[in-house]
């Protein structure tokens, strides 16, 4: 009912199609409007948080050992909106302490009880979709048309855990002469997040619902960037239950997650971010024989053949490359397009991207907000620079846009891009750019196509436009990638599991599988005879 979808507008119908699979959203405006929310005030420009942003035993703290507070910026306006305090390795500690005390409690109780305090963080977020939406949007930079469905996913994610939660079970194997084993599955401890800044709620619920669904108490440590969404994701399962210090956050940035993968009472990491920090995380784990889930980059192909209903190929390769500004990790950036339709396909997705509403993203039209921040601004604009040095055609976009509205003025946009004439050498091409920039490059049959698609160290994801069926399978099978979509993408429902192959790293969230990855195997061997001793 909030999403107004224009017509012919297929990506859009895919989202329409996720947020529909709540009855309850239609009751949503009314249960917003029940509650003085962020949402109701805040208009761009004008919201500063002062609150502690720590999280630790039940309450906001501020760290006990904190270090000098750094601006906290709004893409939208490059405003400072909040003081970030990195923790130190005392505050790191507190939390693992707290986090350590209530698994004690909460590991004890049944699947089914855990259950309906996940169940009841899932209605909360529901209630508050439109304030947690706002801070999102105000935080990260995105238009509130797209935080609202990362909102919406993050409460499908632990509606969906909770429901496995009373399934967690062993098996009973019988053995000779009446004796028998059982397995038992057991949380892990303390289990440590750390996340990204694109999709900063999100993240967190990914990484928050299986652990606590387990039976495992997590401390998370957001983006520096985004620090803001995560510390309400802790009040409301303080709220709905939890035991305090359940789930804990603590601030910071490199130096504070080193803290607390190195922490000795930390069991699990799961880490999202980029490549070279997951191989250091890879080495903290590594020291302490710690299990670990990487969900890295990526540089993801998109295939077109030319049987493809070409309206949804075209409204596929945008899904794919221009949601949150092109800041998505499983983007399809390479876009392989058969020669034969390469012209029209590449006239139509042109004129699609010119239309994209940027802006302003806590308006309701706004398609495109702001990236995350200058640094990453320049750098995407670097690669576009280096894109035509290299002999790309910039079909559109890719240069600063500068909203009429005086108080954007210093935000963050650009104008989303198109490249031409690529080849698979180019920087464009093999680098994960993490901005709205897609690569178009022509091919001529399905063997050459899926061996340049593989041609990479990334492995996240990966999409193929046909009708025909067959190729459609045969395609994805070869694709060397853990997440492939046929005829769609980036849509995420929750019960599938996500996660890669090669350089973007290894573990699954989502789906049933991410519950092995926050669990172990208890084996019990039970003797019911005498025991034979062979001395
Ligand atoms: N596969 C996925 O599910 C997924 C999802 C979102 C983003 N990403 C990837 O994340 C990257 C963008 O995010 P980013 O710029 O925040 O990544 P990043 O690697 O710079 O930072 C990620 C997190 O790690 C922390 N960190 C940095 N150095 C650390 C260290 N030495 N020890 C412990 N923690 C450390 C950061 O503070 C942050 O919280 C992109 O490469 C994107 O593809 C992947
Ligand atoms: C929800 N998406 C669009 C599939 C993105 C997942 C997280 C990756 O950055």
Redesign the pocket.
């Known amino acids: 009912p909030e999403v107004k979808a224009p017509s012919g507008s297929g990506g859009l119908r895919v989202y329409r199609r996720m947020l529909a699979r709540s009855r309850l959203l239609n009751l949503l405006p009314q249960l917003c409007a029940l509650r003085p929310s962020l949402a109701m005030s805040s208009v761009t420009g004008t919201v500063t948080i002062h609150q502690p942003l720590n999280y630790r035993a039940g309450a906001r703290v501020q760290p006990a050992d904190g270090g000098q507070a750094e601006d906290v910026y709004e893409p939208a306006t490059g405003r400072v909106i909040t003081k970030l305090v990195s923790s130190g390795e005392k505050e790191v500690d507190l939390a693992v302490q707290s986090a350590k005390a209530a698994f004690k409690i909460w590991s004890q109780m049944s699947g089914m009880e855990r259950s309906r305090v996940l169940l009841e963080a899932a209605r909360i977020i529901r209630e508050q979709r439109e304030e947690i939406a706002t801070l999102e949007t105000i935080n990260n930079g995105k238009s509130i048309f797209e935080a609202r469905v990362d909102i919406d996913i993050s409460w499908q994610c632990l509606e969906y855990y909770a429901g496995l939660a009373g399934s967690l079970a062993g098996e009973h194997i019988q053995l000779p002469g009446g004796s028998f084993g059982y397995t038992r599955r057991e949380p892990l401890g303390v289990c440590a997040g750390?996340?990204?800044?694109?999709?900063p709620f999100q993240?967190a619920c990914w990484k928050a619902a299986p652990a606590l669904a387990c039976g495992n108490a997590m401390v998370f440590?957001?983006?520096?960037f985004t620090p803001l969404t995560v510390v309400r994701l802790a009040e409301i399962f303080t709220e709905a239950g939890v035991p305090k210090g359940l789930f804990n956050v603590v601030q910071g940035?490199?130096a504070t997650?080193?803290f607390l993968?190195h922490h000795p009472d930390v069991a699990k990491i799961s880490?999202?971010?980029?490549?070279p920090?997951g191989i250091?995380?890879m080495g903290m784990a590594a020291k302490g024989i710690k299990p670990v889930t990487l969900?890295?980059?990526?540089k993801s192909p998109l295939i077109i053949f030319s049987d493809c209903a070409l309206e949804n190929a075209v409204n596929g390769a945008l899904m794919a490359n221009f949601l949150t500004q092109g800041e998505v990790?499983?983007n399809g950036t390479r876009v392989f397009v058969e020669r034969k339709i390469l012209d029209v396909f590449t006239k139509e997705v042109v004129k699609r991207t010119q239309k994209i509403k940027i802006g302003d993203p806590l308006l309701e039209d706004t398609r495109m907000g702001a990236l995350i921040n200058r640094p990453h601004l320049d750098r995407v604009q670097g690669f576009i620079k280096q894109a035509k040095e290299q002999g790309a055609e910039v079909l559109c976009g890719g240069d600063l846009y500068v909203p009429d509205d005086p108080k954007l003025k210093n935000g963050y946009y650009m104008q989303p891009c198109v490249l031409g004439n690529c080849t698979d050498d180019m920087t464009c091409v093999k680098e994960?750019i993490?901005g709205p920039v897609m690569s178009i490059l022509p091919f001529d049959t399905e063997e050459e196509v899926v061996e340049r698609a593989n041609n990479t160290k990334f492995g996240?994801a990966g999409g193929v436009f046909t009708r025909d069926i067959q190729k459609a399978h045969r395609v994805v099978a070869a694709l060397k990638a853990g997440m492939c979509f046929i005829n769609n993408y980036n849509i995420s429902p929750v019960e599938l599991p996500?996660g890669?192959y090669k350089a973007?790293?290894f573990g699954r969230e989502n789906g049933r599988a991410a519950m092995e990855y926050y669990s172990q195997l208890k084996t019990v061997c039970v003797e019911m005879g005498d025991v034979e001793s062979v001395f």
């Open positions: 750390i996340g990204a800044w694109n999709y993240v440590k957001p983006s520096p940035g490199a997650g080193q993968c880490f999202t971010g980029s490549v920090t250091k995380i969900e890295l980059g990526g990790c499983c994960e993490f996240l996500f890669g973007s790293g």
